[in-house]
């Protein structure tokens, strides 16, 4: 919701509500239009019952133990029609509990029907920009407050600079970092630990260390930030270093570091840890399990995977999602297909990374016929609306594109990306069209998957940003044999047109996946010694793990040396 649609529907209820009640004070002030001045027995004992109930009311606001949003849509009606909402405590107090409910339309309006909002009734409606899907909105509303008088303090920058992590909007972040200044409250320990959260979740180490190495007290939430932050951005020496002279850990300390190495492609370091971490004593979470059985499945661990999966069973009273998908993708990628689809009929309720996880193993590391047959069963399972209706997303396309790659389906394949784009509205990246010029030339259409190649849009997007996606689905998607294949495809379409940066970018996107980083600067310094486009920075790091294995056919051997 816009700035201007907010205040003109608030402008709108709070015009509705004072004609209401100015309607209810005529009734009752007009002796022509009330029965009686002096109400009669009966009258007396409704007005008794009226007000026990706006006492209910009240109480069950001041004790916190309204329980459900119908009883405080009954709750607000009553406090309206009596007049008491308009009292700043009670409309703070349903300002609250409409938060606490998680409707964040419902806490919109609500604001909008109080008078003079208070620093309170402000904070909480920040808090509940940091919980919704629009947090950058925040920034926006907190500045408009401003203009009106309002007065921030400490509780307003913390959800402030978590709608900024969110939105990984460092330069918001830095403008409100400045506004923590202004108003003094930048040494405020809580502040602090959100600022770092903020700097480490926009890739910004620098600034979260100069805040970190400032603060004149730290605690065990301040630690596991700037750790949290270091392992975020790949720099596990630094990481690990701050991890070694934590004067206290916990297991979110654990947890960041073992992700960190895991992120970094190297599970078996993550496997030592945790082994470390339970000799030590401490107990491990959902977070941890997943962490464990990804790196079981990414080192095609299954002994030690199946033992973790015994643990769990004997320890965990009732698997989470995450869980479940994690055991999923696990025997995937240890081969056991079978066991995987076993642990996803198990699942009651399954949500699109779950989906996603049962449907790339078939089609990567199983039987590919039975992936597209998944896939069917979702999407009709989503058009009918019925139990689970998760869309398809662009991981969802990517297994299946490569399934029809392994088995030949060039009609499928097309029919499938065409829907992609025409029927959910996914624009294809790198990955699906890298995808798309492998189905041809399993068909042995060469000639076409090279010109898929060669005309790359030029605002193609960038996956680096979700390098985790991306490394978990496409562990095998390069050209059968050897990354050369691919390279030679790039440099011949640069010979062909050696001004033109999408190439430039390709053969960067195949050396990055390959892990080739010499080349990878190579490339970058032809590109600067030719001024061609702008030189990418060092994200392609993260896409070290993209386009791993899907087979293409020898016939592109004899054509790429032709064209080479």
Same mark, same amino acid.
């Given at each position: ?12 209820i ?7 009640n100015?309607?209810?004070e ?7 239009l009330?029965q009686?001045?002096s109400p009669?027995p ?16 009240l109480?069950l606001l001041?004790?916190?133990t309204c329980?459900s949003?119908?009883q405080?849509l009954?709750?607000?009606a ?10 700043p405590y009670?409309?703070?107090r349903?300002l ?9 339309d419902?806490?919109v ?10 620093t309170?009734c402000v904070n909480?409606?920040?808090?509940g920009?940091?919980?919704?899907s629009?947090?950058?909105q925040?920034v ?11 007065s921030?303090?400490s ?9 900024c ?7 918001s972040?830095q ?20 600022l ?5 979740y ?9 805040v970190f ?13 700037i ?11 630094v ?9 206290e ?11 960190g ?13 945790y082994r470390?971490?339970?000799?030590k004593?401490?107990?491990?979470n959902?977070?941890t ?14 002994k030690?995977?199946?033992?973790l999966?015994g ?15 994690a055991l ?9 297909v ?6 996803f009929?198990?699942?009651t ?12 193993g078939?089609c990567?590391?199983?039987n590919?016929e ?16 019925d139990g689970?209706?998760?869309?398809p997303d662009?991981v969802?396309f990517?297994?299946? /594109?490569?399934?029809?790659a ?5 009609t ?5 990306f ?6 959910y509205?996914i624009k294809?990246?790198f ?21 898929i ?8 997007e960038d /996956?680096s940003?979700?390098f985790?996606?991306w490394a ?6 390069r050209?059968q044999?050897?990354?050369?294949l ?5 440099k ?5 047109e ?11 996107n ?10 990878v600067a ?15 920075g ?13 087979k293409?056919?020898?016939?592109l051997?004899?054509?790429?040396l032709?064209?080479t």
């Amino acid at each position: 919701m816009n700035g201007k649609n907010f205040y003109a529907r608030a402008g709108s209820i709070q015009t509705h509500i004072r004609n209401r009640n100015c309607h209810l004070e005529l009734l009752h002030s007009n002796p022509t239009l009330s029965q009686s001045r002096s109400p009669s027995p009966s009258c007396s004992s409704v007005e008794n019952r009226t007000f026990s109930i706006y006492h209910s009311s009240l109480k069950l606001l001041r004790g916190c133990t309204c329980r459900s949003i119908k009883q405080l849509l009954q709750i607000q009606a009553h406090l309206l029609t009596s007049g008491i909402f308009y009292n700043p405590y009670w409309s703070s107090r349903v300002l609250q509990h409409s938060l606490h409910f998680g409707d964040f339309d419902y806490t919109v309006l609500i604001f909008g029907c109080i008078d003079s909002p208070n620093t309170f009734c402000v904070n909480t409606l920040i808090e509940g920009y940091s919980n919704s899907s629009i947090p950058r909105q925040a920034v926006g509303f907190y500045f408009e407050m401003l203009k009106n008088g309002f007065s921030p303090n400490s509780f307003t920058f913390v959800p402030l600079f978590g709608c900024c992590a969110k939105a990984v909007c460092v330069e918001s972040g830095q403008k409100l970092h400045g506004q923590a200044v202004k108003t003094c409250v930048d040494w405020v320990l809580p502040v602090q630990n959100s600022l770092i959260h903020m700097y480490g979740y926009c890739g910004a180490a620098g600034y979260a260390r100069k805040v970190f190495d400032l603060m004149s007290q730290k605690d065990l939430v301040s630690w596991n930030s700037i750790l949290h932050c270091y392992a975020g951005v790949g720099d596990l020496n630094v990481a690990r270093k701050l991890f070694d002279i934590m004067p206290e850990r916990n297991v979110v300390s654990w947890n960041t570091i073992i992700n960190g190495y895991l992120n970094g492609g190297k599970p078996e370091v993550s496997l030592l840890l945790y082994r470390e971490m339970v000799e030590k004593g401490l107990r491990m979470n959902d977070t941890t399990a997943v962490c464990m059985l990804t790196a079981c499945g990414r080192s095609a661990r299954l002994k030690e995977g199946r033992s973790l999966h015994g643990f769990l069973y004997k320890t965990v009273l009732k698997f989470s999602i995450m869980i479940y998908t994690a055991l999923i993708d696990m025997y995937s990628r240890c081969q056991k297909v079978g066991t995987a689809r076993r642990v996803f009929n198990l699942t009651t309720y399954r949500n699109l990374v779950c989906w996603n996880a049962m449907i790339l193993g078939y089609c990567i590391h199983g039987n590919p016929e039975d992936g597209l047959k998944l896939y069917a069963e979702m999407a009709n399972q989503f058009r009918s609306g019925d139990g689970e209706t998760n869309p398809p997303d662009e991981v969802t396309f990517i297994s299946i /594109l490569c399934a029809c790659a392994r088995t030949g389906k060039l009609t499928e394949g097309r029919k499938y990306f065409s829907e992609m784009v025409s029927v959910y509205n996914i624009k294809p990246n790198f990955a699906h069209y890298w995808c798309m010029a492998n189905v041809h030339v399993s068909a042995g259409l060469v000639q076409e998957a090279e010109e898929i190649l060669r005309n790359l849009p030029g605002d193609i997007e960038d /996956l680096s940003s979700e390098f985790v996606v991306w490394a978990n689905l496409l562990a095998s998607c390069r050209f059968q044999g050897d990354i050369e294949l691919g390279e030679r495809i790039a440099k011949s379409l640069i010979d062909r047109e050696p001004r033109n940066f999408a190439y430039y970018r390709l053969l960067l996107n195949i050396y990055a996946v390959a892990g080739r980083w010499e080349d990878v600067a190579a490339v970058k310094d032809v590109m600067e010694e030719r001024r061609i486009g702008r030189i990418p920075g060092s994200r392609l790091v993260d896409l070290k793990e993209i386009v791993h294995g899907l087979k293409v056919k020898h016939i592109l051997q004899e054509v790429i040396l032709e064209v080479t």
